[in-house]
């Protein structure tokens, strides 16, 4: 009410003001119309009597002067008329003039002394009054002076009558906008903030459940109804937390969350900040329709470091990749993240063509990533990709030096196989910086490494950090035994620990996983079945089936596509009941498709699944589907959901997060993993069918077992993943990894573990 009140009085108070300003500019410029009206008519007036009166001046005909005077004095706001001789003296005048002006005039004495004519108003005692004066000349001489008096009052007046009629149009005015103001902020602002506020108060008490929902409202409001959303699905979201906390600790249970993260985060890092260094980006922006958009790459690495990143107002370092990346950044290349709600800052870095080819496509993808998944394709290393590797580090480096100056004992998480050469990098320019770096992807047994020409800069680069993180303990193990042949170092196999130089690396296992949400409550009356939402899938894709099977994958040759199929194909064979009946649908994103090995492998893929299809398939049915495109996460979770099974065929996998999103992507309850023995989540996930990808005939065994699998033992199965999956979650391995490293005291090593000639030891 307050409010309404000050807007309304505010509003009214601006409105009498500009229209009394406009009132009195009006009555300005009218009255000075109407002034330069009457010097007009004056002149006209006295110029046509001058001619006359001095002729009559000159001859000292007194008598028809008077009556000249006489005969004009009864014009329109004429007050009078006066003719002076040449000393000043009256030779004619208006009878009752000289009272009207109350004195004698004395004010021709100038306009004879000069014989210029004059205009100008006065106040008479009978009001406004107004003169025009013109000289009289005769024989070259001024011999008198001709004066015209206007009474100006009625100027007066029409000012009055206009500042009267300016009033109380000012009164009408400020009265009817006072009104609609009041109607117009009582429905159009009060109504809907009555709504919010209303609507906020419920979930406030936690009668409401509208917090993950848009609030509508005028246009006008929509920044404020979208921050309004915001808090509330903010709030609604710490309350779910808080109550999934206070059930962990009634049930004595310690699952990792993100709010848990980031408080656990704040409390270890004890001031310090967190920089993180990843490839890729976590917010990418994109010219769409004119307009600048951003999106978040559908990446498991998003999830777990966001949080950590949050917590402390952290700064994420990475490559920049979207292309209205630039016009998002400031001077110093940085955004503040994430758009709707900044909580950290992403510094971007830009790499030009050929860095991204040496780089990336290069050194990365043609040497490290085929070296360390020993998948049958030739590792390619060539001097000038290793070149690009190197300054490329190098770049990040001097970038992250940049950010850290000035931090006090800051905290630096670096990511995968990209960047092993940037811990070394750091730590020479800061060690008292604790770094940490995680490798993605696996290690290889010491004499496959040893193909590398530069393995000995490599793990140099990598032992520069505080701790090394490895998805299994068989790669640590394979790391270690790199070392101890190839480096001079002390390896320690009781602590897992390299002592190289003065520096003290841990090497330790962390299973990274995906974010498991807990379960919404489903109506089970209005919820569609997976049977039908599959059949309307696959109606989509053109095809009819009873039983469905899924990968997802992005094409590379260490997925087991081709062995995948080929299982599909040899299952079919040795059960013709399924034909007609059982789909695999391959979701398989395009992948660093300007390498050649990778083309090639995309059209093996294509051409396997279009042989088996030509051998099978039918009018309104085909065995394989095979969908080559980009798909986001909310497109692929329906196929999770409504699978019979998913395959997972990976000839050498550090993980395999599919795996672990198809199980956490079960609330039914259903489904079976087909899980291949060489993917990291094989090592978590034992109530998966694990199988081995190179055996057409297991996979194919695989594939008839899980479809006729007992619904009980099915349940079971699943139930026990998905428990292992919600326990051993993303935001366990950000929090395990952080605590490992947050312990860690930086400076030389201990002087129980010294630096000696290259040896190794196992307690």
């Not at 601006?14 to 009206?37: G, N, Y």
């Not at 609609?180 to 109504?191: E, K, M, N, Q, S």
């Not at 496959?448 to 505080?466: K, M, S, V």
Request: aromatic share 8%.
């Amino acid at each position: 009410m307050r409010l309404t009140f000050r807007l309304s009085v505010a509003l009214m108070s601006s409105v009498a003001a500009v229209s009394l300003l406009i009132a009195f500019l009006q009555t300005r410029a009218d009255t000075k119309d109407a002034v330069s009206d009457l010097d007009h008519h004056g002149l006209v007036l006295a110029d046509s009597l001058t001619k006359s009166a001095e002729q009559l001046v000159g001859s000292h005909s007194y008598r028809d002067l008077q009556r000249l005077v006489d005969r004009f004095a009864d014009r329109e706001h004429i007050a009078g008329i006066a003719v002076y001789g040449g000393a000043g003296e009256i030779l004619a005048t208006t009878s009752g003039l000289l009272s009207e002006l109350g004195r004698q005039p004395d004010n021709m004495k100038q306009l004879l002394e000069t014989g210029n004519g004059k205009q100008e108003s006065f106040v008479s005692p009978t009001g406004s009054m107004h003169l025009t004066a013109l000289p009289l000349r005769g024989n070259g001489a001024v011999i008198g002076a001709l004066a015209l008096y206007y009474d100006a009052t009625y100027i007066d007046r029409q000012a009055a009558a206009l500042w009267r009629r300016a009033l109380t149009g000012v009164l009408v005015q400020t009265f009817l906008i006072g009104a609609v103001t009041l109607i117009a902020i009582r429905w159009g602002v009060g109504r809907p903030l009555q709504r919010m506020a209303a609507r906020l108060r419920e979930l406030r008490i936690g009668g409401s459940s509208w917090g993950s929902q848009v609030l509508s409202g005028p246009p006008e409001f929509e920044p404020l109804t979208r921050e309004v959303t915001r808090l509330a699905s903010s709030l609604t979201a710490a309350r779910a937390v808080a109550e999934e906390e206070a059930r962990l600790r009634d049930t004595a249970e310690s699952l990792w969350t993100a709010e848990r993260l980031r408080i656990f985060v704040q409390g270890r890092l004890s001031g310090s900040r967190l920089f993180a260094v990843s490839n890729r980006e976590p917010y990418e922006h994109f010219f769409r329709s004119g307009a600048v958009t951003y999106q978040v790459p559908a990446s498991g690495l998003v999830t777990a470091l966001e949080p950590i990143l949050r917590a402390c107002d952290g700064t994420w370092i990475a490559q920049a990749t979207g292309d209205a990346d630039r016009e998002t950044v400031d001077g110093n290349d940085r955004v503040r993240v994430p758009p709707d709600h900044p909580q950290y800052t992403l510094r971007r870095l830009w790499l030009t063509k050929e860095e991204e080819q040496g780089f990336y496509l290069g050194f990365a993808n043609e040497g490290l990533w085929p070296l360390c998944h020993i998948a049958h394709t030739r590792p390619t290393f060539r001097a000038e990709d290793w070149e690009f590797y190197e300054s490329v580090n190098r770049k990040f480096a001097e970038t992250l030096l940049e950010e850290i100056e000035g931090e006090e004992n800051p905290v630096v998480l670096v990511q995968d196989y990209h960047f092993a050469l940037l811990p070394r990098m750091i730590k020479e320019r800061r060690p008292d910086a604790r770094v940490a770096i995680f490798w993605h992807i696996p290690w290889p047994n010491a004499e496959a490494f040893g193909i590398c020409p530069w393995q000995r800069q490599l793990l140099d680069g990598l032992l520069g950090a505080d701790l090394i993180g490895f998805h299994l303990q068989q790669h640590c193990n394979n790391f270690l035994e790199t070392v101890a042949l190839t480096l001079e170092s002390r390896v320690d196999w009781e602590q897992f620990a390299v002592n190289r130089n003065g520096q003290h690396t841990l090497i330790r296992p962390f299973p990274i996983s995906v974010a498991f949400e807990p379960s919404k409550p489903r109506n089970e009356a209005t919820m569609e079945t997976p049977y039908l939402k599959r059949a309307a899938l696959l109606e989509k894709l053109g095809v009819r089936a009873s039983f469905m099977g899924v990968g997802v994958d992005r094409i590379d040759y260490t997925k087991g596509i081709t062995e995948r199929f080929r299982a599909v194909e040899r299952f079919l064979e040795k059960y013709p009941s399924y034909k007609k009946e059982f789909t695999f649908v391959q979701i398989g994103s395009p992948s660093r498709t300007s390498i050649k090995r990778y083309q090639d492998l995309t059209n093996e893929v294509l051409v396997e699944a279009d042989r088996i299809n030509r051998r099978y398939q039918t009018t309104e049915w085909k065995p394989i589907v095979f969908l080559n495109r980009q798909h986001s996460h909310a497109e692929i979770l329906p196929y999770y959901q409504t699978a019979d099974l998913c395959l997972v065929s990976s000839l050498h996998d550090g993980m395999n997060l599919v795996a672990k999103e198809f199980v956490a992507s079960r609330e039914d309850e259903h489904g079976v993993l087909i899980l291949s023995r060489f993917a990291g989540a094989a090592h978590e996930l034992a109530d998966a069918l694990v199988v081995n990808p190179y055996d057409t005939e297991e996979m194919a065994e695989a594939i008839a077992r899980a479809l006729t699998m007992p619904p009980q033992e099915l349940r079971i199965r699943m139930q026990r993943m998905r428990a292992t999956v919600h326990e051993r979650n993303i935001y366990r391995w950000a929090g395990t990894l952080m605590e490992e490293l947050c312990r860690i005291r930086t400076g030389p090593a201990l002087e129980e573990f010294p630096l000696t000639r290259s040896a190794s030891f196992r307690g």
